[in-house]
């Protein structure tokens, strides 16, 4: 049977035979951050894929890797597209770039995991803490489960981490 | 003859197809919101003027290509409609960075012996059906796979998946929101001087960055107008154009679609630098295969979805230093009467939307000195330019020998094309 389910006016669906994302996510759904590595390269990558994207290996292992990084890049969202994205505005959209595999394989590359700036009960964040967060704010993983047998990584501000004095936002508030 | 050990290097033509094919035929409907006529119409009336255009009749037309995304008509039913027997067509799933792309393919085709001459069109109702802006049916389709990694985020229509690019470039390089301004208000003064455009109002930095935000860093006047319109031009060899009417542009080199590593739409942020897109690639190709570099350039045409994807492209095609493509869109060098300007017809900021089509057309229009603005036509029929470039006046550029496409799908990835004016 397919995973599916119910989302912000969205049907998700993850077919049985997308073998890669259903792995992900079944990981997901249980609370855990998992990302394939590859056998020789040892190569981590996102999002899942058949093949390792430096070597070009299939042999992978699923492995547990840990959910902190800093914002690289965003978006702000005002003018909703989705329909019940718009009681959500604005929402932030977020390319964060986590710490493993930073920088690896080669300088300009890195793990770059995208989401929502959520609350740290996974949330939509208010205006007041989207005014806080932009690029070099330090965050951490939460997995927020969005239907049954279903949960989305998403971001919210890591209140361990040492943060800069003021992130990087637009110049327009 | 005798085969020697060189008998793989090609000496009978010049390198890479330079100068041996030209546009010799550009047709378009005109640019709307509200068509009422179905693509398949939009597509016929398009390519019949383009074959008007080029002197031709149906029987001249023996190649077709077409692209588009779920949203469109295909090759073999316009060819039908006009009368054209074809011995090669094929369409293609793409949007912006198409054209540039399907150029390449036409020479290609040709070159192969498989067909003579080529229309290449595309033909959207991107206002009153599929909306090139993700709202209506297309904001509430299913969700698989993949997509869930970004869509299931209300990351999904091109302003949001592009927005991290845009951002990161400010913050790489101080790129302020003035400065990108600077493109709508260059494009929407050309296309005060374009009596076909969509949007023929000039507007002020102030009018951008007070427009209400979409997805910062995008205005609601950063991005490009929806509308309803079909384009084609028409792809043959030099000689064969020569027989045209009117004067051909000729083809000095393509490029693309050029991908940076994991180039799709989905995977490209993994490699960085992220505010760096394609055309940092795609330009050892262009300019090399042109013979020529960027300050070479009379005219560009740097694809504007955004403000942002033009001054990017601008950048990474090397007209100007990495970083510097904030000043470069905005000390009046991509204006008309500046050194180099972009857009002259007003783009997809303000002419219409055509997935980058129409911004070849013009730069066709601007190597024949035919601008369609509101100069008065002389007795030949051709326009008597005036150079005034002051609002509802010209818009055709002295003395443009060379000009530059440069299309834009995604930060990912890219295509671009180097045409000549023909001076036979």
């Known amino acids: ?173 | 003859m005798t085969i020697t050990g060189t008998s793989d290097i090609e000496t009978s033509s010049t390198p890479y197809l330079r100068g041996k094919y030209a546009i010799c035929g550009i047709g378009e409907t005109s640019y709307r919101r509200g068509s009422d006529q179905t693509t398949r119409s939009l597509a016929t009336w398009a390519v019949g003027n383009a074959i008007a255009d080029a002197g031709m009749t149906a029987a001249d037309i023996d190649g077709m290509l077409s692209y588009s995304s779920g949203d469109s008509t295909f090759a073999p039913h316009v060819a039908n409609d006009l009368g054209i027997r074809l011995n090669f067509y094929t369409d293609i799933y793409g949007g912006g960075s198409s054209t540039e792309c399907l150029v390449g393919i036409a020479m290609g085709v040709i070159e192969a012996g498989m067909c003579n001459t080529v229309a290449i069109y595309r033909a959207m109702n991107g206002y009153s059906q599929v909306r090139i802006g993700g709202t209506g049916s297309r904001s509430a389709a299913p969700i698989n796979g993949d997509q869930i990694h970004h869509r299931a985020y209300g990351w999904q229509s091109a302003g949001q998946l592009f927005a991290p690019t845009f951002m990161r470039h400010m913050y790489d390089f101080g790129t302020t929101p003035e400065q990108v301004a600077a493109v709508k208000v260059a494009h929407s003064k050309h296309a005060s001087n374009n009596p076909k455009a969509f949007y023929r109002k000039r507007y002020s930095i102030d009018d951008v960055l007070s427009s209400r935000m979409i997805c910062k860093p995008l205005h609601l006047l950063d991005c490009c107008v929806e509308t309803d319109n079909a384009t084609c031009i028409i792809v043959s060899r030099v000689d064969r154009a020569r027989d045209c009417p009117r004067k051909s542009a000729i083809i000095q080199a393509v490029a693309g679609r050029v991908s940076k590593p994991r180039g799709d739409i989905h995977l490209h942020y993994q490699s960085g630098p992220i505010s760096t897109v394609a055309g940092h690639y795609a330009r050892d190709i262009l300019w090399p295969n042109a013979g020529v570099g960027p300050e070479d350039i009379d005219i560009t045409g740097s694809y504007d979805a955004f403000t942002f994807t033009t001054m990017l492209q601008l950048e990474d095609y090397g007209f100007c230093a990495k970083g510097e493509g904030g000043e470069y869109v905005s000390n009046g060098t991509i204006e008309l009467g500046g050194k180099r300007p972009n857009n002259t017809a007003g783009g997809h900021l303000c002419e219409g939307y055509t997935h980058g089509m129409n911004m070849v057309i013009e730069n066709v229009r601007q190597l024949r000195g035919e601008a369609d603005d509101s100069c008065p036509l002389g007795a030949d029929g051709r326009p008597q330019h005036t150079y005034d470039y002051s609002e509802g006046g010209c818009r055709q550029v002295r003395d443009v020998e060379l000009t530059a496409n440069l299309g834009w799908a995604h930060p990912g990835a890219g295509s671009a094309m180097v045409m000549a004016r023909d001076h036979q």
Request: with cysteine.
């Open chain 1, 1 to 173: 049977m397919p995973v599916q389910g119910e989302y912000m006016g969205m049907l998700l669906t993850i077919d049985d035979l997308d073998g890669e994302n259903r792995a992900y996510f079944d990981y997901c759904a249980g609370g855990e951050f998992r990302l394939q590595r590859s056998r020789n390269s040892g190569l981590l990558r996102y999002p899942p894929t058949t093949a390792c994207p430096w070597t070009g290996e299939r042999e992978s292992d699923w492995v547990v890797v840990e959910g902190k990084g800093t914002v690289h890049s965003y978006g702000e969202v005002h003018h909703a597209i989705q329909r019940a994205f718009k009681g959500k505005v604005p929402y932030l959209i977020l390319l964060v770039e986590l710490d493993t595999q930073k920088g690896r394989p080669s300088e300009h590359d890195a793990l770059r995991v995208g989401g929502n700036l959520v609350a740290s009960d996974g949330s939509f964040a208010s205006p007041e803490q989207i005014r806080q967060v932009g690029i070099g704010t330090r965050v951490r993983m939460v997995m927020s489960e969005v239907a049954e047998g279903l949960a989305l990584p998403q971001w919210t501000v890591d209140e361990q981490a040492e943060q800069p004095l003021s992130p990087w936002r637009y110049p327009q508030e």
